[in-house]
Structure formats: structure tokens, C-alpha cells
């Protein structure tokens, strides 16, 4: 005789619930982007920031949006966003040429754009690609930012935690020239539901789940009024999901994301 399980997969904490959809946050502050004759300089404000509250699940998609761009030499400016988890990406990095530079540009920075930011002008208003045109910077971002930024991927934040604050540093990195965001900037949060896909099979129950949440421990419990505990086995990776396979035990079983 095969038992039957009745099985409920839950997610922890309040913001991973089942909800989704694309959220649209503007810091309206101008930015001032200084030049001094010792650079790397900062902006002003530095890091300009977005707070992020009441968002329920985990980042699918982000685009960064810069209002009202203007610089005499856009390839002088290196743009970092740092997420609330501490992942970042570069933005824009020494690409859109020099003078006559930009002026009173939009630039919508974002992965599945066709193509870059032109690497050396001219720069117009459009979306484009995350952009980084040299390997490395050559020095290190002045704190409170990371001091060796990442590629220029914005996918690098899928999976995280879309509450907290979000933090853009922008530096000049060479002398003379200087520029404003004068409109601020925008950042776009698409987010998608934490779910357990949950199947029996034969006397085992096969619990998955999307290998784009990370930092997640699958908990198991048979009565939720009880202490939950970490399922074993540990999950393995197969075809971009998570994998734990547990022989079915008892009349009921839950099972929960929770990190």
C-alpha cells in the first residue's frame, strides 16, 4: 500500500509570498558630478539613494534610468549601483565619447537592450546595455563603495531581497570636465513569487525550486505550530533548479523557503 502526503509549500517571511509585478522608484535630487585635479572625484550626493519598502518576493529584472544627463566628457564618469544585499553592477563606465559631450540626455540602462552605450559618442538619449568599456578602473571607488566593482550586468541582482536601500556612486575620473543628472534617477524593480513546485512520486515526495533565489534553505515541519528544521538532503542543481527528494513520512509534511 503507497501513503499519500498532503503537502503545502509556505514561504518565509512576509515579503516572498506569491506576489509579483514591476515597481517603478525616482530619487528626484539632482546629482552633481564634481571634477576636481585629483580624481577619482565624487558626485554630489554620494551615493544618491532609493529606499525601497513593501515589495513582496525577489528581483527578476532591474533598469536604472539617469535623468537629464549632461557632461563635457561623458567617458570620464563611472556609474555603480550597489543593492540593498550588497551586490553591484556597473552601470556606465568611461563610454560615450568626449567633447562636445551630452547634454540633457535620458539613459535607460538595461540588460536586454539591443545594444550598448557607444563607446565613444555620440551619446543620445536611448536605452542601451549596461556598459563598461575598460577591464578594470585603475583605482579603487572611493568608500563607501565597493572598491572593485563587478561587471556590467544588471542580472547580478536577480534572486535578491528588492526592500532596502539602493545606491547609486557615480565618480569623475579624470581632469578637467565635470556634469549634472539633473533630474535624478529612476530604478525599475520587476519581482517574481518564491514558489515550491511539490510532487510525489511513487513513495518520495520531489520538492523544487528556481535555482535564481539563492542563499535559501528548504525547512521542512509536520505541524506548523512546531519548530521548523533544515530538510536534508541538500539540494542538488538540475536544469536551473533546486532538487530535494524526501521518502514520504506521515500523514502530513510542510515545507518552506526561509533564509
Known sequence: MVKTLSLLGLVCASWFDASAGTFFFTNVT???INDSTNP?????????????????????????????????????????????EG???VVMSNCGGGHPGANNITLTLDDSASSGVPLY?????????PTKRLSSFGFP??????ASPGGASLAVFNGSNPNGTWSLFIVDDASPDAGTISGGWSISIA????LLSITQIDTNVVISWTNL???????????????WTNALPLPTLVSGEYIVTNPISGPLRLYRLAR
Do not use: C, E, M, R
Open 141 to 146: 571607488f572611493p568608500s563607501p563603495a565597493p
Open 213 to 227: 533565489l539563492s542563499a535559501f534553505t528548504l525547512q521542512t515541519t509536520p505541524n506548523p505550530s512546531t519548530t
Open 87 to 89: 551586490q553591484n553592477a
Open 40 to 84: 577619482p572625484t565624487k558626485a554630489t550626493p554620494y551615493p544618491s539613494t532609493i529606499p525601497v519598502t513593501g515589495l513582496s518576493g525577489v528581483v527578476a529584472k532591474i533598469t536604472v534610468q539617469l535623468n537629464n544627463f549632461s557632461h563635457a566628457f561623458p567617458d570620464d564618469v563611472d556609474i555603480v549601483l550597489v543593492g540593498p
Open 121 to 129: 559618442g555620440p551619446l543620445v538619449s536611448g536605452t542601451f546595455k
Open 30 to 32: 539632482p546629482i552633481t
Open 191 to 194: 519581482t517574481q513569487p518564491v
